[in-house]
């Protein structure tokens, strides 16, 4: 079955680059009936959806978070990419990637990764 | 924006007790809710879809209704596996996907 895993640093610092990778296992990120998204969760607070992207690199992302956030895709590597720029502490959370499911217009998320912390402090 | 609320924001219950939590849209997202459950320092794991329909492999004791604006997920008997937050989750606004803030479910 289909597996998830975010991978990139834990900590960055304010102002900078945050910078994530989910590789997928057990599938091909090519597979046209998907997207991928990510969604993140700070700490005792609710999950918040960042932005989506499939494999020829079509995209959408949050309205509160699009003008900070860049997705990207490398099927060769069967990977995805987050970068969210100019980060305070505010984005100190959990980032997960998860595949997206669709069924007529209703979409939801499955699996999901493990999740991995990013810390945002000097 | 839709926003997405739920109740209670917590609750103690014992094994074998039914629970109901409710999530409730700001406006008409007609049946466009899923719901999960997260454990306690685990990813979300989906358990209803479609604001009814039962994700594959989930055990029955969970189901889901409503549409409109007021859902409910309910678990028939609570088993000791089941203690976790879970949250719900709208589809409704096109590519702009919304999360309840999660009710926590504890054992009393």
């Known amino acids: 079955q289909v597996q998830l895993q975010e991978s990139g640093p834990g900590l960055v610092k304010p102002s900078q680059t945050l910078s994530l990778t989910c590789t997928v296992s057990?599938?091909?990120?090519?597979?046209?009936?998907?997207?991928w998204s990510w969604i993140r969760q700070a700490d005792g607070k609710g999950l918040e959806w960042i932005g989506r992207i499939n494999f020829i690199g079509s995209t959408n992302y949050s309205p509160s978070l699009k003008s900070r956030v860049i997705m990207s895709v490398d099927t060769s590597k069967n990977q995805f990419s987050l970068k969210m720029s100019s980060v305070t502490a505010a984005d100190t959370a959990v980032y997960y990637c998860a595949r997206d499911k669709v069924d007529g217009y209703n979409y939801w998320f499955d699996p999901w990764g493990q999740g991995t912390l990013v810390t945002v402090s000097s | 924006d839709i926003q997405m609320t739920q109740s209670p924001s917590s609750l103690s219950a014992s094994v074998g007790d039914r629970v109901t939590i409710t999530c409730r849209a700001s406006?008409?997202?007609?049946?466009?809710l899923s719901w999960y459950q997260q454990r306690p320092g685990k990813a979300p794991k989906v358990l209803i879809y479609a604001a009814s329909n039962l994700q594959s492999g989930v055990p029955s004791r969970f189901s889901g209704s409503g549409s409109g604006t007021d859902f409910t997920l309910t678990i028939s008997s609570l088993q000791p596996e089941d203690f976790a937050t879970y949250h719900c989750?709208?589809?409704?606004?096109?590519?702009?996907?919304?999360f309840g803030p999660g009710t926590k479910v504890d054992i009393k």
């Open positions: 057990g599938g091909s990120i090519s597979d046209g009936s998907y997207y």
């Open positions: 989750q709208q589809s409704h606004t096109t590519f702009v996907f919304t």
């Open positions: 406006q008409n997202i007609r049946n466009y």
